[in-house]
């Protein structure tokens, strides 16, 4: 069974920067993606940022040069440092991870809401 829980959420105002966590545990195959997806009310839930265990990046155009992922492999534990939030970016964040043949085996966390307002 694998589990990820996600934290560092919470209200920012808008300049602010905030860093989120997500541990996995569990079944964790040495070969996999992880990333951040977000969600605000009323919209589909969009890529944010991911990163393989070899380190290749890629982010959403509307984070770059704001938002830096990284990851702890021995940890199995992805990062997002997001600076110069803006009021768009409030959604719920959700981390994914990725595993097996063309990343098939799926899984989700709780989510984690992130509000930018003043």
């Known amino acids: 069974q694998v589990q990820l829980v996600e934290s560092g959420g919470g209200l920012v105002q808008p300049g602010g920067s905030l860093r989120l966590s997500c541990a996995a545990s569990?079944?964790?195959?040495?070969?996999?993606?992880m990333g951040w997806y977000r969600q605000a009310p009323g919209t589909q839930r969009e890529l944010v940022a991911f990163i393989t265990n070899a380190g290749f990046i890629n982010y959403a155009d509307s984070v770059k040069g704001r938002f830096t992922i990284s990851r702890a492999n021995a940890k199995n534990t992805v990062y997002l440092q997001m600076n110069s939030l803006k009021p768009e970016d409030t959604a719920v964040y959700y981390c994914n991870l990725g595993m097996g043949r063309d990343y098939a085996l799926n899984y989700w966390g709780q989510g984690t809401q992130v509000t930018v307002s003043s």
């Open positions: 569990g079944s964790i195959f040495s070969i996999n993606v």
